[in-house]
């Protein structure tokens, strides 16, 4: 029940996101439609003195919850092959550094910054915790 009000504090924190105008930062109002990779980079990596920081970075956070649950629930129940193995010292804030570390990698290669973040959020989330093989 926690983790449901705690969600539901975090989406009402990001669609306020969305309706906020935009600010001349790096973040556009348009980022929070989540078209692509560069979009929730942009969002996830917003300046902590932009005034767009904390409706973006809990839209970050919800985004990267939302992924990572939706990734459990199925490998879990459908035993599917998992693609991102955290430990138990994993956190949605690691979560997002290990993003944001990946997409300023790859922020040249054009073709996996305009692919669907969720793509993108796993390839980082792959690469930062692993699977065995």
């Known amino acids: ?16 996101a969305v309706c906020l105008p935009s600010t001349a930062g790096a973040i556009d109002k348009t980022d929070f439609h989540y078209d692509s990779t560069q979009n929730l980079y ?4 917003v300046d902590q003195d932009d ?8 839209a970050c ?4 919850e939302a ?4 990734h459990d629930s199925v490998t879990d129940r459908k035993n599917l092959k998992r693609l991102i193995c955290y430990g138990k010292d994993a956190t949605i804030e690691k979560g997002r550094v290990a993003f944001v570390a990946w997409s300023e990698k790859h922020k040249n290669d054009k073709k996996l910054m ?10 980082a989330l792959a690469e930062k915790y692993p699977c065995p093989k």
């Open 1 to 16: 029940m926690k983790n449901n009000r705690m969600i539901k504090g975090v989406l009402f924190f990001a669609l306020l």
């Open 42 to 45: 942009n969002v996830c990596s």
């Open 51 to 58: 005034p767009s920081y904390i409706p973006a970075i809990l």
């Open 61 to 64: 956070r919800a985004f990267i």
């Open 67 to 70: 992924a990572v649950q939706y």
């Open 114 to 123: 305009e692919e669907l973040p969720v793509i993108g959020l796993v390839r």
